[in-house]
């Protein structure tokens, strides 16, 4: 796991932590801010906005091109990196 710019995306919450299982789940899926926080109404939109924002500043995601609103998914090195997080959590 490469260091990250927003070290809070390390530290653990229930949101993080549910963010992070929907983005492992479906690792492939391309994402928007509300297609995100409808799949998990008990997360704030706020938090949802934030945690992607953040994983697309540390590169950890990619913009999806040709799509109407802000679409991103998770690349290699994001995927690589949030299962990283995710087990140290468990540990």
Avoid: C, F, K
Wanted: hydrophobic share 50%.
């Amino acid at each position: 796991m490469r260091a990250l710019h927003a070290t809070v995306l390390t530290v653990s919450s229930v949101s993080r932590r549910r963010i992070y299982d929907a983005l492992l789940a479906e690792p492939e899926r391309a994402w928007t801010v509300s297609q995100m926080a409808a799949l998990l109404p008990d997360v704030s939109v706020e938090a949802v906005r934030t945690t992607l924002h953040l994983l697309l500043g540390d590169r950890l995601m990619d913009i999806v091109p040709r799509t109407r609103s802000l679409t991103i998914r998770l690349n290699d090195d994001g995927r690589a990196t949030v299962a990283a997080i995710r087990a140290r959590w468990e540990a």
